[in-house]
């Protein structure tokens, strides 16, 4: 089972750049979730989505901007990118929003603003 | 607001020695869930657990447990006999039931090195 796939796993932009972090599931969740990961941090929610054409901000929203066209894909957009944005982001998607139910992570893609 | 604290940056141990993994959290709400994520070297997030805030009981599964104590806002990790595989960081996270859409909230995580 694919479960949820991201790409591309790594990346080096240079300031200014722009690139969009793609992420794909294939187990017919509603719910899919970016998050990133900063040295020594949690994982902070950048952008959610409850089902196709439905976007929601999370914590740290500044900066990116997403899309649900599709039940399967949530790409993620950086349009002006920052070296602040150097991180790791992780998709995740769950089959409901309720607050049981388990969120499951693609590998990350590790991106590099210079 | 909700809150999660691993106060736990960085353990060592030595290959079959026990360690235990605190996870301390804040909540206001009457229900919720608990989870625990490993992150291999690999870097991919791995579902562990859930607990949800009713159940109390301990969870053993392998060399794994967990002991859930509402007294104390605890959830705490242990793992027995531990083997170099095991090392990875660890995430403790929470989900408040009455949150509507707002997912989990995720502590730093305690990173676990195992020395054969």
């Known amino acids: 089972n694919a479960g949820v796939t991201q790409t591309p796993k790594f990346r080096i932009l240079k300031i200014g750049q722009s690139m969009t972090l793609q992420c794909a599931q294939d187990m017919n969740h509603n719910y899919m979730y970016w998050y990133r990961q900063d040295p020594g941090m949690g994982l902070k929610l950048i952008y959610y989505?409850?089902?196709?054409?439905?976007?929601d901000k999370g914590e740290v929203p500044n900066g990116y901007n997403v899309s649900r066209s599709t039940t399967e894909d949530f790409p993620l957009r950086l349009e002006l990118a920052a070296p602040s944005q150097t991180s790791v982001y992780f998709c995740a998607s769950s089959r409901h929003p309720s607050a049981k139910n388990i969120q499951y992570f693609g590998a990350g893609t590790r991106l590099s603003v210079l | 607001a909700q809150k999660v604290t691993q106060a736990q940056t960085e353990i060592s141990v030595v290959e079959k020695e026990d360690v235990t993994l605190d996870c301390v959290y804040e909540?206001?709400?009457?229900?919720?869930?608990l989870f625990w994520y490993k992150q291999p070297p690999s870097g991919e997030l791995v579902f562990l657990i859930r607990r949800n805030s009713f159940d109390e009981q301990n969870e053993i599964s392998g060399r794994y447990s967990w002991n859930f104590q509402k007294s104390t806002s605890s959830f705490n990790f242990t793992i027995t006999a531990s083997q170099v595989v095991d090392s990875a960081v660890y995430f403790c996270a929470l989900s408040e039931a009455n949150s509507g859409n707002t997912p989990l909230v995720f502590g730093k995580g305690t990173r676990l090195s195992v020395i054969a």
């Open positions: 989505s409850v089902g196709a054409g439905i976007t």
């Open positions: 909540t206001r709400d009457t229900t919720y869930y």
